[in-house]
């Protein structure tokens, strides 16, 4: 079964820093891996997916920006946070193909203030 | 893309008693309709899945129908107990993604 390490767990930074959320996985090879956001009380945002090393689709045009150095680590970066990037932010991962149930990592809260 | 509407967004029960969520879907090709539980301030967890092919899933206190013709499908959660509550999420997808609905917070009253 995979398992999915992201860290670091809460995170309060200033308008305007940088940010570096970074996700592994283990247990799998090539999976999907995915960035998720949830603001407080509310759903599940998808941010950006990849189906590969290198490969990176967008959902929502904002100031993040995702990269996949190697083939189990996703990352999500931000050149300059603002208020509304506070959330809490979840990597999950599913196994090779489409349309399995996501195992998600245990999450990063941050505060941007 | 796939739009997932979630009913009710907040639902409180006597403890014993049945709840029931409901998720309609968009897109007629989705295949996969997963449903993940989320407790406080923690990463939400798969608790049950259905794939097009099947209309009714079961495992012990939980079911999951699916109505592919009228594109909804539902959570039934029986004897509902006070370790139930959580926010629980329907989600369905054809591809790589999975399309999230809202989100139902579930109380359940001792």
């Known amino acids: 079964s995979q398992t999915i390490h992201q860290w670091p767990a809460t995170l309060v930074q200033p308008v305007g820093s940088p940010l570096s959320l970074e996700c592994t996985v283990e247990?799998?090879?090539?999976?999907?891996l995915y960035w998720y956001r949830q603001a407080a009380g509310r759903g599940l945002q998808l941010l950006f997916y990849?189906?590969?090393?290198?490969?990176i689709s967008s959902e929502v045009p904002q100031n993040l920006s995702a990269s996949r150095p190697q083939d189990r680590q996703f990352i999500l970066s931000s050149k300059k946070l603002l208020l509304s990037d506070s959330g809490f932010y979840l990597c999950?991962?599913?196994?090779?193909?489409?349309?399995?149930?996501?195992?998600f990592g245990s999450g990063t809260r941050l505060t941007v203030v | 893309g796939e739009n997932v509407e979630q009913h009710p967004s907040t639902l409180s029960v006597q403890e014993g008693d049945s709840a029931v969520i409901k998720c309609t879907y968009s897109?007629?090709?989705?295949?996969?309709f997963p449903w993940y539980k989320q407790e406080l301030g923690k990463r939400p967890q798969l608790i049950i899945d259905?794939?097009?092919?099947?209309g009714e899933k079961k495992d012990q206190r939980i079911a999951v129908t699916l109505n592919k013709t009228a594109k909804h499908f539902s959570l039934h959660i029986t004897e509902t107990q006070p370790e139930d509550s959580a926010v629980y999420f329907c989600?369905?997808?054809?591809?790589?993604?999975?399309?999230f609905g809202a989100g139902t917070t579930v109380t359940v009253r001792a």
């Open positions: 999950a991962s599913t196994g090779v193909g489409a349309n399995y149930g996501y195992t």
């Open positions: 247990g799998t090879s090539n999976p999907n």
């Open positions: 990849s189906v590969g090393i290198g490969q």
């Open positions: 897109d007629s090709a989705s295949n996969y």
């Open positions: 259905i794939r097009s092919n099947v």
């Open positions: 989600a369905a997808s054809n591809d790589y993604k999975l399309s």
